[in-house]
């Protein structure tokens, strides 16, 4: 994500040349599998210390359980696995002197060390991460022996988003990476983690969700007045349940494939459902633009930042298959999405701060 403009911009703005010579630094840095009597080991050894397990005590807010989704989450069996509520991790990265000569092997330090910051200042790591679960917060980071200013405030975070997002492309990049169309907000802060991220499961399903009627016929979101904000798609994917086969994607799949309907004012219920994914043996998932990160700053204040990373959303040949018991084999080359039904609802937090990017 943070060195795609730079080679792109040394070779020439040639995205094939710049794919394959980022791909091969990366291997030199991390390793990678042998092929072809090609790979081998990165330049470093990990060593990772912590004090976390996973006995944990969380029960999800109805808003967290939409950000766990229906894989992480059951409305009558509740989490369906273990989960680490909090800790401490220290990573020591100990680099091999002999792998290269002393001005290399230091730009290589310096760049995996921009890479283990942006880490713990944007993103996490295990299931839900980009719905803000398994958020690393980075506290504090040693290079070549000397301390690197970690941000303390949300002021500082833009102050070093800024500085280390450099050289930018201003065309969608072909994976998730940082361009000129990239927004990265603090939505909010706070003094209670989980309560951010429960209101930001608020407000994410308020937005996207049609609801459900009750007794009254009046649709409800966890007995909130449903938004609607999407009556296009529901229309769309009405029709495809029914078996229309539908021209388009929902407005709604810019957050990420596979994508699902489930209609509960349809019986029977085995005809109520449809699925909606990439088709591509290769390829059944497009991960989400949206990152979402809790922070938790040294003085024990959290933020929530979110991260839109606009790339090419699926290949230029790609097509997108719809699944429903009423439907023949069926689907649609016509895959473009509207980035602004992203920006449509990071605007809905009024005490955003921008960090980078401009606010649509």
């Known amino acids: 994500a943070l060195h795609w403009g730079k080679f792109l911009q040394e070779e020439n703005n040639n995205e094939e040349a710049a794919l394959k010579a980022l ?44 950000l766990l989704g229906q894989g992480l989450y059951h409305f009558k069996q509740g989490l369906l696995r273990t989960c680490i509520e909090g800790g401490e991790v220290s990573v020591y990265l100990h680099f091999n002197p002999k792998a290269k000569i002393e001005e290399e092997i230091k730009k290589d330090i ?12 944007l993103g996490g790591l295990g299931s839900r991460s980009r719905k803000g679960f398994g958020s690393l917060a980075i506290q504090n980071l040693k290079v070549l022996g000397e301390d690197c200013d970690v941000p303390q405030n949300v002021d500082g975070f833009k102050r070093y988003i800024q500085k280390v997002v450099d050289k930018l492309p201003s065309n969608l990049p072909p994976y998730s990476s940082f361009s000129t169309q990239t927004r990265i907000d ?31 016929g009046k649709h409800k979101v966890n007995g909130l007045d449903a938004e609607q904000n999407f009556e296009g798609d529901h229309a769309l994917m009405m029709d495809a349940v029914n078996g229309l086969c539908p021209e388009e994607i929902p407005k709604r799949a810019v957050f990420g494939l596979p994508h699902n ?25 497009r991960a989400s633009p949206l990152l979402i990160h809790v922070h938790q700053f040294q003085d024990g204040s959290y933020a929530v930042v979110q991260s839109l990373l606009q790339s090419k959303f699926l290949a230029k040949d790609a097509s997108v298959g719809f699944k429903a018991r009423k439907l023949q084999r069926c689907s649609t080359s016509n895959v473009q999405v509207d980035w602004q039904v992203v920006h449509d609802y990071l605007n809905r937090f009024d005490s955003r701060v921008a960090i980078l990017g401009g606010q649509s």
Request: charged share 25%.
């Open 186 to 216: 603090v939505s909010q802060t706070s003094q209670d983690a989980l309560a951010l991220l429960s209101n930001v499961g608020k407000e994410l399903q308020m937005y996207r969700s049609y609801g459900r009627a009750d007794r009254q």
């Open 261 to 285: 309907y489930f209609f509960s004012s349809i019986q029977p219920a085995r005809d109520a459902k449809i699925d909606i994914t990439p088709e591509n043996k290769n390829r059944t998932r």
């Open 110 to 121: 310096e760049s995996i060390g921009s890479a283990m910051m942006l880490l713990g200042l």
């Open 23 to 66: 791909h091969q630094k990366e291997c030199e840095l991390f390793g990678s599998a042998a092929k072809d009597g090609k790979g081998g080991q990165g330049i470093f050894l990990l060593r990772v210390v912590s004090n976390i397990d996973d006995r944990s005590s969380f029960k999800p807010s109805k808003w967290h359980q939409y």
